[in-house]
């Protein structure tokens, strides 16, 4: 598996969520080993655990995609940034779609004001 998986970008929204990784296992009737090995880019899951972790996380497959193929030098800036709020909120950021992104930074332009 390459690098960012579907994986990755299911954890990435597990974390911006506050979600543990039992917790979504749970949710969607796995152990929390193969979820984890999933994430990690290390195994692969059937297309109806992949669905399930979709409606848990109420993120369309789709998105799922568009997350792993935005350009890596994107994701590395939102990803290393220093500190825990800062972490959680380039999370929350790479979990949105890109016109909720646009509704965002709109937000946060206007709350600096």
């Known amino acids: ?3 960012k998986s579907i994986g ?3 954890r990435q929204i597990r974390q911006a969520r506050g979600w543990k ?3 979504l296992a749970h949710m969607v009737g796995t152990d929390q080993g193969n979820l984890s090995k999933f994430e990690r880019g290390e195994q692969w899951i ?3 655990l992949l669905k399930k972790l979709s ?3 109420e993120t ?3 998105k799922l995609y568009e997350m792993i193929e935005t350009p890596v030098k994107q994701q590395d800036i939102l990803i ?3 500190g825990k709020d800062l972490k959680d909120l380039a999370n929350v950021y790479l979990a949105l779609n890109g016109e909720k992104r646009k509704q965002a930074l709109r937000l946060l332009q206007a709350l600096k004001e």
């Open 1 to 3: 598996m390459n690098e």
């Open 8 to 10: 990755w970008a299911i």
């Open 21 to 23: 990784l039992e917790d």
């Open 46 to 48: 059937s297309e109806e």
């Open 55 to 57: 409606t848990a996380l």
């Open 60 to 62: 369309p497959i789709s």
């Open 80 to 82: 290393n940034f220093s």
